[in-house]
């Protein structure tokens, strides 16, 4: 399995951006499919972004679609989501996963998560 640990997490103001970075350690990061979730206080952990394992597919939830960017550099065993024109509904913890079985999983591993937080 795959261990994960994401980065990259901050506060920022509406219409900025951030990028986000998810390194997985060991050798089976190029064989497994990448996604992104966050969870909000209160609420329940919402897909964001998903990325097959050769970087030719991805997929995204309505409300990124256009403002969010999912990419992976398998050489270096990290997946990216930049997010551009952030709103504070986007303020979450954002969290990694490894997927075994695209799009939908099951999801192997979590990482420990990382804040975004976008004042208004």
């Known amino acids: 399995q795959v261990q994960l640990v994401e980065s990259g997490g901050g506060l920022v103001q509406a219409g900025g951006s951030l990028r986000l970075s998810c390194a997985g350690s060991?050798?089976?990061?190029?064989?497994?499919?990448m996604g992104w979730f966050r969870q909000a206080p209160g609420k329940e952990r919402d897909f964001v972004a998903a990325?097959?394992?050769?970087?030719?597919?991805?997929k995204y939830a309505d409300s990124v679609k256009g403002r969010f960017t999912i990419s992976r550099d398998n050489a270096k065993n990290t997946a990216y989501l930049q997010m551009n024109s952030l709103r504070p509904e986007d303020t979450a913890v954002y969290y990694c996963?490894?997927?075994?079985?695209?799009?939908?999983?099951?999801?192997?591993?979590w990482g420990q998560g990382t804040q975004v937080t976008v004042s208004s």
């Open positions: 996963t490894a997927i075994r079985i695209w799009p939908n999983g099951p999801y192997d591993n």
């Open positions: 060991g050798r089976t990061f190029s064989t497994y499919h």
């Open positions: 990325i097959m394992w050769s970087g030719l597919g991805t």
